[in-house]
């Protein structure tokens, strides 16, 4: 090599001074334009992705990948792509930022689970108290919250393992999360260098499945037998019944004088289908807390979710694929959740109604133009043609059918272009088929994605989309009848789910009248939902 350059330069010297500035130029330009190139491929490339991402040429690095530190860095991309690319897909940022408290107790957390979770020395000391059935005095170290997988559907697991991680958040427990179901086919580890998975060797997996009201550590029954007072031995763990079903005993977990037991007990193994956060506020010792967490107390869903529930790739590939093929290019998308709840399950005239009325009388989507509306007319009033894709989720693919021919036969009396779009219509809900669930999840995902969404009252299915989303949704009231009620839906106070079966006597009864950021459920008096309102202690 070093033989070659000495000959050119021998032959360089030998040119004249013409040939010498023209071989210099052309060098120059092609080194010049190599790097205009590859500068130009690098830009392409990125362009490309974000376009593949979110339909818009905005450089990757511009968005908030950790959502204003809510989620940490440091986790392998490539095995689980939505953790830092979900808010890509959103066409603005969330206006909702997690407190620096809130950022603050997930990192401290994030260490606690690392130190105790599975796999570590004092995981294994706590589970060996199980097998003794006591406490050991000097392994106070690490305390657990196991949430079980209840027959609930997906919408059900979600907001309750919110509720249970909220309560192993504020009392400084770590929380395990069977993982017989499906939930790993669903959902990547939201946790740094450590599994949220409850082994399966886990001393009480045999048993769990059978725990319900009457099991004779479950909490309530302890209480109902009288079985717990000043000298009662802690024992090394506590069936806590938070399902639908609960009693009057079981209730008392939200009452401040029965923390101090539970707060002994190294396990508690929890069954729920509900979000029951809202009686975490009401809880004095809690709610200080709460408050230095959550300053915008209708934020608890929104930040909790958006910060455990991470798809998978089989299911992210799902929600990107639909929304590149059939939301990206819209100018506004509006999400519709259908849940019909009557026996029989199916299409109804009357909810197809419904659905019309609310979505036109609160100006969601338009009217139809009348017949003596000429084109010309119809073009007239919009500057220009606005495309609204209109996505719907629901087990009956009739009412998005409807819906599509009904503005395919005539145009919108404003000049937007209506596309409706169902990823999904399984018909029947098979909760715990895979991947039944995982377009389930694609499909609330992609709902989240709305900017405006209707949801079916009562529907926890709806709760996770618009709590995901950051939405106020509008709610569809349920039929009486087969009647279209009158209004058809209602605006919701707060993006948080409804608590629909809360403690609404005993301990937490003057509480929930008197605190101003806790409400009735707007379409459901047994229910109760936060709502952000200045701080003020029940007891002021």
């Not at 606690?112 to 979770?117: A, D, E, N, V």
């Not at 869903?301 to 590149?324: A, E, G, K």
Request: with cysteine; net charge positive; aromatic share 12%.
């Amino acid at each position: 090599m070093y033989h070659i350059l000495k000959i050119f330069g021998y032959v360089f010297k030998s040119l004249g001074l013409k040939m010498k500035i023209l071989i210099r130029f052309i060098f120059s330009s092609l080194l010049i334009g190599s790097v205009i190139l590859l500068s130009f491929s690098n830009n392409f490339n990125d362009q490309l992705l974000d376009a593949t991402l979110n339909g818009s040429s905005e450089s990757e690095t511009s968005h908030d990948k950790l959502i204003g530190g809510l989620l940490k860095a440091g986790f392998d991309e490539g095995s689980c792509v939505s953790r830092y690319t979900t808010s890509l897909l959103y066409r603005k940022p969330s206006p909702y930022k997690p407190s620096p408290y809130l950022v603050s107790k997930l990192r401290r957390y994030e260490k606690l689970h690392k130190r105790c979770g599975p796999g570590t020395e004092a995981y294994k000391r706590a589970t060996e108290q199980l097998d003794e059935n006591q406490v050991r005095s000097s392994d106070k170290e690490c305390r657990y919250v196991v949430w079980v997988a209840t027959e609930y559907g997906l919408g059900n697991r979600i907001i309750s393992l919110v509720s249970s991680f909220l309560y192993a958040l504020l009392t400084d427990r770590v929380i395990l999360v069977d993982q017989r179901k499906d939930i790993s086919d669903l959902f990547c580890e939201p946790f740094p260098d450590t599994s949220w998975l409850l082994p399966l060797d886990f001393p009480l997996m045999g048993q769990i499945d059978s725990y319900y009201k009457e099991y004779s550590l479950c909490y309530g029954t302890m209480l109902k037998n009288h079985a717990i007072n000043s000298t009662t031995t802690p024992p090394s763990h506590l069936y806590i019944h938070l399902l639908h079903d609960y009693r009057d005993v079981d209730k008392m977990f939200y009452c401040e004088a029965n923390q101090a037991f539970i707060k002994s007990v190294p396990w508690l193994v929890v069954k729920s289908n509900l979000y029951f956060a809202p009686s975490l506020w009401l809880i004095p010792s809690f709610q200080t807390k709460l408050i230095k967490l959550f300053p915008q107390k209708d934020t608890v869903f929104h930040h909790l979710s958006r910060y455990l529930f991470h798809p998978t790739n089989q299911v992210w590939d799902m929600v990107t694929s639909t929304y590149n093929a059939n939301l990206s290019k819209a100018d506004e998308v509006l999400g519709l959740q259908i849940r019909v709840f009557s026996t029989p399950s199916g299409y109804f005239q009357h909810v197809m109604d419904q659905i019309v009325s609310c979505t036109q009388r609160e100006k969601l989507l338009p009217e139809l133009a009348t017949n003596g509306s000429s084109h010309s007319q119809v073009m007239n009033t919009t500057r220009s043609k606005k495309l609204k894709a209109v996505l719907v989720a629901s087990l009956h693919p009739e009412y998005s059918d409807e819906l599509s021919k009904m503005f395919s036969e005539r145009p919108s009396s404003t000049g937007e272009m209506i596309q409706v779009y169902q990823p999904s219509g399984e018909r029947v809900q098979q909760t715990d088929e895979k991947l039944h669930d995982q377009k389930a999840l694609a499909d609330i995902y992609l709902l989240s994605l709305s900017v405006n969404i209707v949801t079916t009252e009562r529907s926890t299915f709806g709760y996770v989309a618009h709590g995901l989303g950051g939405l106020k949704p509008w709610i569809l009231y349920e039929p009486k009848n087969r009647k279209v009620p009158d209004p058809p839906c209602v605006r919701a106070l707060s993006m948080e789910p409804c608590f629909i079966r809360a403690p609404l006597h005993g301990c937490q009864a003057k509480k929930i009248k008197t605190t101003p950021f806790i409400k009735h459920c707007e379409n459901w008096n047994l229910g109760i939902k936060l709502v952000d309102a200045p701080d003020k202690f029940w007891w002021w």
